[in-house]
């Protein structure tokens, strides 16, 4: 089945302990994105990547890290999270960064750091 | 920069009535593409539509037709004979395929409730 995986799906931690969300897609997608979604305000990319090597900022990138070794995972990284990274975050993958192509998406992973 | 304007938080449709959410948006790239994706309570992000700048039919697909006005910059959905399944967020989004390719910007969203 073509999917996009995240995990964990649900997460709380404390500041400052570093965590990882892993994200892999098995439809050989070049294109993978984070995004988070907080109430009101939509969803808001934090990083993205147009294929293995090649990452760049998104809107919201202050706080996280990404890394693409593999064309199927772009793990995203927190060194030292804060509670306003509390958040549903999403991975996203597409055939290439274009225009036309649309993007799916992973289930979410729900973080709560206190 | 890409913007995407959703004015309605919030929306009611009766049952099996016409519903129109309204998008509009900014880009100073000539190629691009504008996508709607349907959140239902249940959180995970669904694909419904795509509308690509250089297209001169409006896209359709199923129940969910995107009025796309170029000119006036908007991108609107209509899903026709709403059901009670149809009760969601929905979200507007664009691609540039040049300026800023790779990045992508949403809406913030509106609020679909269909009522029996």
């Known amino acids: 089945e073509a999917q996009v995986t995240q995990n964990p799906r649900y997460l709380i931690t404390v500041t400052g302990k570093k965590l990882t969300v892993t994200c892999s897609q098995n439809?050989?997608?070049?294109?993978m994105s984070w995004y988070r979604q907080d109430p009101g305000l939509g969803l808001r990319q934090i990083y993205y990547s147009m294929n293995v090597e090649v990452t760049d900022k998104g809107d919201v990138p202050e706080g996280y890290k990404v890394s693409r070794k593999e064309k199927r995972n772009f793990p995203l990284i927190l060194e030292s999270p804060s509670p306003n990274q509390t958040s549903l975050y999403f991975c996203?993958?597409?055939?290439?960064?274009?225009?036309?192509?649309?993007?799916?998406f992973g289930p979410g992973t729900r973080l709560t750091v206190l | 920069a890409q913007k995407i304007t959703q004015t309605q938080p919030g929306m009611f449709v009766q049952e099996k009535e016409a519903v129109t959410l309204d998008c509009t948006y900014d880009t100073s790239d000539q190629s691009y593409g504008l996508f709607w994706y349907k959140q239902p309570s249940s959180g995970e992000m669904i694909f419904l539509i795509y509308?690509?700048?250089?297209?001169?039919q409006n896209a359709t697909e199923g129940r969910y037709s995107l009025n796309f006005q170029k000119a006036r910059k908007s991108a609107n959905l209509v899903i026709s004979a709403s059901q009670l399944g149809d009760s969601a967020m929905y979200f507007c989004a664009m691609r540039e395929s040049f300026t800023n390719a790779g990045k992508s910007t949403f809406g913030d969203g509106t609020t679909l409730t269909v009522k029996p």
């Open positions: 509308q690509g700048s250089y297209d001169e």
């Open positions: 439809m050989n997608h070049e294109y």
């Open positions: 996203a993958s597409s055939f290439e960064g274009l225009s036309y192509n649309e993007q799916f």
